[in-house]
């Protein structure tokens, strides 16, 4: 069983602030680990993932997030953001199965002030 | 770009109603799942389904719910007999059978159950 842990429900920043919101994991198998987004009333979209490999993973609009097994944990990071990455944020694990479930997080909402 | 759909995008119930949730996954895809989301909490999973038969289901997947692939496109999630605590946002995904093992969500159906 795989359980996901994001300690800030909230996180208010600035604009073309840097910002990190933090994941930890707990698994006894190998994982696969994503990030998800959702925008208010809007459904779930991929941001990024990691399989397998470079441990560092980016998206194509400037968040990344790297995979640091010894401290299970995913953070995302993004250098800079701006008003329209206002959103939820969920981290989530699945087992290196494939086909197994997703475990999410409880989420975070990134509140980007103008 | 292909894309999971859902239908209706929102249903409102009297409770003690059958419901039937509908979803198209993407054509070549081989894993379905539903998860929810009730209000301001996290996303559960619900059940995968793969060969016309279930694979997983959670704690919360009990005999009021049921899925099923009726004509090789659609797959549905009915609950029988809906309760007040059945509302919440629906989401379907899919996966394919192959190394990517992304799963991609739909946009979902918000149930309320009055």
């Known amino acids: 069983a795989q359980s996901v842990t994001q300690l800030d429900s909230q996180v208010p920043v600035f604009e073309e602030a840097p910002v990190e919101l933090r994941c930890n994991y707990s698994?006894?198998?190998?994982?696969?680990l994503f990030w998800y987004v959702q925008y208010p009333n809007q459904g779930l979209q991929l941001l990024l993932k990691?399989?397998?490999?470079?441990?560092l993973v980016e998206s194509i609009n400037g968040f990344e997030a790297e995979f640091n097994k010894s401290q299970t944990s995913f953070h995302l990071r993004k250098p800079s953001v701006h008003i329209s990455d206002t959103a939820e944020y969920f981290c989530a694990v699945s087992g290196a199965r494939g086909y197994q479930k997703v475990t999410f997080g409880t989420g975070t909402k990134l509140q980007v002030i103008p | 770009e292909p894309e999971v759909t859902q239908t209706p995008s929102h249903q409102v119930t009297q409770m003690g109603q059958e419901v039937i949730l509908r979803c198209v996954p993407i054509?070549?895809?081989?894993?379905f799942y539903w998860y929810r989301q009730i209000l301001g909490q996290k996303v559960e999973f619900l059940v995968s389904f793969y060969n016309n038969e279930i694979s997983e289901k959670s704690e919360i997947f009990d005999d009021q719910f049921s899925v099923e692939r009726p004509d090789g496109s659609n797959f549905t999630l009915k609950i029988r007999s809906t309760k007040l605590e059945d509302s919440a946002m629906y989401f379907c995904?899919?996966?394919?059978?192959?190394?990517?093992?992304?799963?991609?969500f739909g946009p979902g159906t918000r149930l309320t159950v009055t």
């Open positions: 995904a899919s996966s394919e059978w192959t190394g990517s093992y992304e799963q991609y």
């Open positions: 990691y399989l397998s490999g470079s441990t």
């Open positions: 054509s070549n895809h081989l894993y």
């Open positions: 698994s006894s198998v190998s994982v696969y």
